[in-house]
């Protein structure tokens, strides 16, 4: 396989990044090229929810240096994402138009859970290594510098991932205008930190044993770089931690710069992340950290080469999605017989109509998230069930979707029980766009109609939630969708039911779905 050359570009919260990957077959991707420039973003947007004209200025010119090597390595494949300061700036667009216009690059919004969804998969590049260690009670902590990430996996899924609003550049602009000691400052990060924790470990970690932690992020890796005489520690034991904590912890800002080899701009934020990681193995009894060294860009090249299929992975991160998405059910107990039934329908429904809808695989996904949390909402009103769905959904975070994906789901499942009216879905899509095959916003109401009459139609199938079509057979010819029942017995809830749907489902595909019982005896 010829090497393909390709860029990856991270305007983040403290800095801009840029990788340059060499791409060839057995699934290799070499980094050949890094730069990286200081810039505090996350400043502009935390304090005043706008980027200036002069960061603006700033950040152009670097990315037309960026643009400038990328032109020597003679690259016409880029991805350029940009994160949390810039996804939260109320000037977003207009900034993002500026690049465009000024450098010639297009720089991409990515919503959280897309930026985390990168990290795993820069991870499981390191296949053997990566598979191992997440089956063994393993947690990915990913400080950043707007906030922070914490992943579970169990037996090799994904079964929760949670949103802190603990960045280190986040805590130090707080800490800005406050007069204390080393001591004192020390002391009130940890108040904050353990305040946002305990939370965290009420909801997930009281029944759950953490044995390592997956250090990610460029915090932790400037903490352990110079540990091994002069080179970078993988493996940090939990002794290991606690001796350099208490190293860091004495220093004053100029003896971090000279000892952790960083800028005066980097070096207050070393401290808030050494407290989060200290109170993060305290409240876990966590052994020892992971550091595998991987950034942002690692993730996105590792994204651009699957999707590309010029690597392959055993790692398949739509089942961490789908498990992410269970436990959301779990959380609101919406999980059970009825559901797995549902989703069973809904999943043949798409596969027997794939050459008259047209969608894919990513189409496929949002479809099956949507079924598996669709009954969330009669966790707060079993009246106002779809309405309280749609706030839920959009309230939490499901890794490696977009908003305008999340925005889909959640009508999607707000529409399954009320009538869709075309001039009122909800798309409140923030700047975000996804890195998927989907449509754009425009397009997005269709998207949301053809999922919408796909899951009633599967919902019908079950209304008297007494699983009398388990066994059916769902097939499409001659403009009709054909189930057939194989149960003999009395199945009118489901037939009045599947009625009502059908007209629907016909006016969005122009397929009638006809439901056939086998005669009785």
Not at 328 to 353: K, N, P, T
Not at 415 to 431: L, S
Request: net charge neutral; with cysteine; aromatic share 8%.
């Amino acid at each position: 396989m010829a090497v393909r050359m390709f860029a990856a570009i991270e305007v983040g919260s403290f800095e801009l990044e840029m990788g340059i990957y060499e791409i060839s077959g057995k699934n290799r991707i070499r980094q050949v090229d890094h730069v990286r420039h200081v810039i505090s973003l996350g400043s502009d947007t935390y304090n005043d929810r706008k980027i200036s004209y002069e960061m603006v200025e700033e950040l152009c010119r670097v990315l037309e240096d960026f643009s400038r090597i990328m032109k020597g390595y003679r690259i016409t494949e880029y991805r350029a994402y940009a994160t949390s300061a810039m996804r939260e700036a109320k000037n977003s667009r207009i900034v993002l138009e500026q690049i465009r216009v000024r450098t010639g690059l297009t720089v991409q919004i990515i919503s959280n859970s897309e930026q985390r969804l990168l990290t795993y998969k820069a991870l499981a590049v390191a296949d053997d290594e990566f598979d191992r260690n997440i089956r063994k009670g393993m947690a990915i902590l990913d400080v950043g510098f707007g906030s922070m990430q914490i992943s579970l996996f169990d037996e090799k899924l994904l079964v929760s991932t949670e949103n802190l609003p603990l960045g280190v550049l986040r805590i130090g602009e707080l800490l800005k205008n406050v007069s204390s000691t080393a001591e004192g400052t020390r002391r009130i990060i940890g108040e904050m930190v353990e305040s946002e924790l305990s939370n965290y470990q009420k909801m997930y970690l009281e029944e759950r044993r953490i044995k390592h932690v997956i250090g990610t992020g460029e915090n932790i890796m400037y903490l352990f770089r110079y540990e091994d005489g002069g080179k970078p520690l993988q493996w940090v034991t939990r002794e290991q931690f606690d001796r350099l904590y208490e190293r860091l912890s004495g220093m004053d800002p100029e003896a971090v710069e000279e000892q952790f080899g960083v800028s005066a701009e980097y070096a207050p934020l070393l401290l808030p992340s050494a407290v989060i990681y200290k109170k993060f193995l305290e409240m876990t009894g966590a052994e020892a950290i992971w550091i595998p060294g991987t950034r942002l860009c690692d993730g996105i090249a590792a994204e651009y080469a699957l999707d590309k299929k010029l690597i392959q992975l055993k790692h398949n991160f739509d089942n961490d999605i789908i498990s992410a998405s269970r436990d959301m059910a779990r959380r609101y107990r919406c999980q059970g017989s009825h559901s797995d039934l549902v989703e069973s329908y809904v999943l043949q429904i798409f596969d027997a109509m794939k050459r008259y809808h047209k969608m894919g695989s990513r189409e496929r996904l949002l479809l099956q998230i949507a079924v598996i949390i669709h009954s969330c909402g009669k966790f707060i009103s079993v009246r106002n069930a779809n309405e309280c769905a749609y706030n839920i959904i959009m309230s939490t975070e499901i890794i490696g979707l977009s908003h305008l994906e999340r925005e889909i789901v959640a009508n999607v499942v707000r529409y399954n029980i009320r009538d869709f009216d075309y001039n009122m879905v909800r798309m409140e899509a923030g700047p975000e766009l996804s890195s998927g095959s989907l449509p754009d916003q425009s397009d997005a109401t269709i998207l949301t109609a053809k999922l919408t009459a796909m899951l009633r139609l599967a919902n019908s199938m079950d209304r008297s939630h007494g699983q009398k079509l388990k066994d059916c057979r769902i097939t499409v010819k001659d403009k009709t969708l054909t189930v057939s029942a194989e149960y003999s017995g009395d199945i009118t809830l489901e037939a009045v039911s599947f009625e009502q749907k059908a007209a629907f489902f016909e006016e969005i595909f122009g397929i009638r779905p006809v439901l056939k019982q086998k005669r009785r005896v």
